[in-house]
């Protein structure tokens, strides 16, 4: 059997040395290479009520000597911000208890290694509704959830609807909440003077999703 000899040319050459480039490169790439996993937060039960506290497990947090945590823009009735908290690891796990908020609301799950460790943002919320919350209709637009609250609760006619700014002691991520004013005039009582007002929140669970009721109140 004869062997033959096989002869680069240059564009061979190039060809051949563009193959090796890109091998080294996909091997060096956070995609084809081992990926140390994002740490995971499980709250539970999903949904507490105010005064309730929740519990939470989490996990993927690799030669962590210390875990704290803490929830996004929770507060105090005054307006503090709620403390860190430290969990306790037992079999690879950290968990704890989570103090409970002044307001009703989604927050986003904060974790840190140790006391001066940067925060960690993760995918959990903690949600703090009242019962039949979530069986509210939900819509797109959060202005849309004040229209629905005058016409489905009220059974009134929107007058005036408008934005309204958070007061200093709502802390709540503003993506998730939005407060507005709305006037409206109450069944069959056009007149002006007749008219009342409602501070309606709407919110949403997630940063994409729709958007619903969370409370009513007269005053912001």
Request: aromatic fraction near 8%; glycine fraction near 8%; hydrophobic fraction near 45%.
């Amino acid at each position: 059997m004869k062997t033959r000899l096989l002869v680069l040319t240059p564009s061979m050459r190039s060809l051949a040395l563009l193959v090796s480039v890109t091998a080294v490169l996909v091997l060096a790439s956070p995609s084809a290479a081992a990926r140390v996993a994002a740490p995971s937060a499980v709250v539970e039960p999903a949904v507490i009520r105010l005064g309730q506290r929740a519990s939470i497990a989490v996990s993927g947090l690799r030669a962590a000597r210390s875990v704290q945590i803490r929830m996004d823009g929770a507060t105090y009735p005054d307006g503090k911000l709620l403390p860190w908290r430290s969990l306790r690891e037992s079999g690879g796990v950290w968990r704890g208890k989570l103090p409970f908020p002044s307001l009703l609301g989604v927050y986003r799950i904060l974790l840190r290694r140790g006391s001066g460790g940067g925060c960690i943002r993760v995918s959990s919320f903690v949600r703090v509704f009242e019962p039949g919350t979530i069986s509210r209709p939900a819509f797109r637009d959060p202005a849309e959830v004040a229209r629905w609250w005058v016409s489905a609760v009220a059974h009134g006619t929107v007058v005036a609807l408008k934005r309204w700014p958070r007061i200093a002691i709502d802390r709540r991520d503003p993506r998730l909440h939005r407060l507005f004013l709305v006037a409206y005039s109450p069944p069959g009582r056009p007149a002006v003077e007749d008219r009342l007002g409602m501070f309606v929140t709407a919110f949403r669970e997630s940063y994409h999703g729709r958007w619903r009721l969370l409370e009513a109140t007269a005053e912001p």
